[in-house]
């Protein structure tokens, strides 16, 4: 319960941002600038880069050690892991729907990341049927520890936020399959224009 009210909240705040940015959703720049030339990229593709757009429509500072909202309370990995984001914000609201059916792997957006590209929220084809942001590992329906791939597998079951605002547990299979095969609301099919339930 207390998840979805979190997602409940995150979707509050996503509504204020597109109402202050023309309706356009947060669009995460990857990899992050390099400060040296010799720095490794930093990817935040899977989530963490929205943080700093929805944290001033959240009424507090949001950071690892006030995660608020951006924290599943069941969710044991993300403080070390994921700088204690639970939720990932799926990558086809910030690229284009081409770019999107570019991407077969999620390890094309390393190898070949594309540029970001704000998209507006009259594109979202069925809100009812998108995943805007949600769980990425399994949190409420245990799978063996270690073996979690998140959004990159079949196994276990997730809350999503869909972008017309309704919080739902899904079972990944429920999920539609997207480019790379997986139950991964990052790639779905046609991205912002597609769908991701039911499958």
Known sequence: ???SSNLRQIDVAMRLYLGDNK???PCAQDPLPKQQPSDPNIWLWMGRG???FIAPYLGEKIDVNNPSVLLCPADIAAIQKYAATSYGYSMAFYHSPQQINNMSSPQDN???PQPSVPQES???ASPGKKILVGDW???HKRIEKGNDPGW???AGGRNYLFADGRVRFLDANDIHPANDGNPNPNLTINGIEGMDWPR
Do not use: E
Request: hydrophobic share 30%; proline share 0%.
């Open 110 to 112: 390393y190898t070949n």
């Open 137 to 139: 590992l399994s949190n």
């Open 50 to 52: 929205w943080r700093g």
């Open 122 to 124: 009259d594109r979202v």
């Open 23 to 25: 309706d356009t959703y």
């Open 152 to 154: 990159w597998g079949w």
């Open 1 to 3: 319960m207390k998840c």
